[in-house]
């Protein structure tokens, strides 16, 4: 039996909106890395729309088969195979011009969050581009009822979970050198936040 895509349905729904504000950061950049690719329709559905840039994925082991599913049947000439990467191990050598990442920083506990971004501040360029997308508070205060539902979901799935607050992960952006360039509004309450490398 030929195994089956994975499907995330918030990716359907959020790419389109990601990449009409990639488009404008990602479209000079030559090698992207996307920080948990997840199930790897990101990848497939920005890297045709971004041919210039080879956009690697990337993500813990057991995610790869399902990105590789994605990948394979695209057969795009602009997605190598994915790497295998967990923000709190060995990160890649080489250097990339862009990092992107999806509804990660929410997911893991905060001090892989300060390890996401130690890990790019190795790897991002100078004058490199990181995006991050998903749901984030601000002064410490949700930004809807519907984040404040979904961020005592995380909790009650795993108590280092939880939405960020933006102040935070800011001073982590400028921690290796990013200064934000700007902060999205996204649908469904989310944001996506572009820093750039000085």
């Not at 920005?46 to 599913?69: C, H, K, M, Y």
């Not at 984030?136 to 009822?145: C, E, H, I, L, R």
């Amino acid at each position: 039996m030929t195994p089956q895509k994975p499907i995330a349905p918030a990716c359907e729904r959020n790419q389109g909106p990601i990449l009409e504000v990639l488009r404008h950061y990602f479209h000079d950049r030559r090698r992207v890395l996307e920080i948990g690719s997840g199930t790897g329709q990101h990848a497939v559905f920005f890297a045709p729309a971004l041919p210039n840039a080879i956009w690697q994925t990337s993500d813990v082991e057991e995610n790869l088969p399902g990105i590789r599913l994605w990948l394979d049947d695209a057969a795009l000439p602009n997605l190598p195979p994915p790497l295998v990467l967990d923000v709190t191990g060995p990160w890649p050598q080489q250097r990339f011009d862009a990092v992107f990442s999806a509804n990660s920083l929410h997911i893991m506990p905060w001090t892989a969050v300060e390890q996401f971004f130690a890990g790019v501040g190795r790897v991002l360029e100078p004058g490199g581009v990181l995006a991050v997308y998903g749901p984030f508070n601000y002064g410490g205060a949700y930004t809807s009822d519907s984040n404040r539902e979904f961020d005592g979901w995380l909790k009650q799935r795993s108590g280092s979970s939880g939405i960020r607050d933006f102040e935070a992960v800011d001073r982590l952006a400028n921690g290796i050198g990013c200064e934000l360039v700007k902060d999205h509004t996204m649908p469904a309450n989310n944001r996506l936040l572009v820093w750039r490398r000085r």
